[in-house]
């Protein structure tokens, strides 16, 4: 049964920083591709940054230079470090995994297979 669950959420001034991780079971972490998307109250869920299994990283433009993506394929666990935090970061953080050869858009939420029930990042303007 694959698993993903996110921690690290929570409430921070703007400016601040927060780091996100998600673990990860029951699949074999270090083939899978592993995003992590956010969703606002109302709104559509966006995606946020993209690691491929190679390693390759993909940001939104909103985030870029602010936020980092990475993994640790022996702890079967992604990262998401955010920086410089604004208030319209505000949302539910969603971690998600793609399965190998699976579909390459990685800005897609249907590319992705598996998904977190997500981590609330509140930050205070």
């Known amino acids: 049964q694959v698993q993903l669950e996110e921690s690290g959420g929570g409430l921070v001034q703007a400016g601040g920083s927060l780091r996100l991780s998600c673990a990860a079971s029951g699949v074999t972490f270090r083939l899978y591709h592993m995003g992590w998307f956010r969703q606002a109250p109302g709104k559509e869920r966006e995606f946020v940054a993209a690691?491929?299994?190679?390693?390759?990283?993909y940001y939104t433009d909103s985030v870029q230079g602010r936020f980092t993506i990475s993994r640790d394929n022996a702890k079967n666990t992604v990262y998401l470090q955010m920086n410089t935090l604004k208030f319209e970061d505000t949302a539910v953080y969603l971690c998600?995994?793609?399965?190998?050869?699976?579909?390459?858009?990685?800005?897609?939420?249907?590319?992705?297979?598996?998904w977190g029930r997500g981590t609330q990042v509140t930050v205070s303007s």
């Open positions: 690691i491929r299994s190679g390693g390759n990283t």
């Open positions: 998600a995994a793609s399965r190998p050869y699976g579909p390459t858009a990685y800005y897609e939420p249907g590319s992705y297979d598996y």
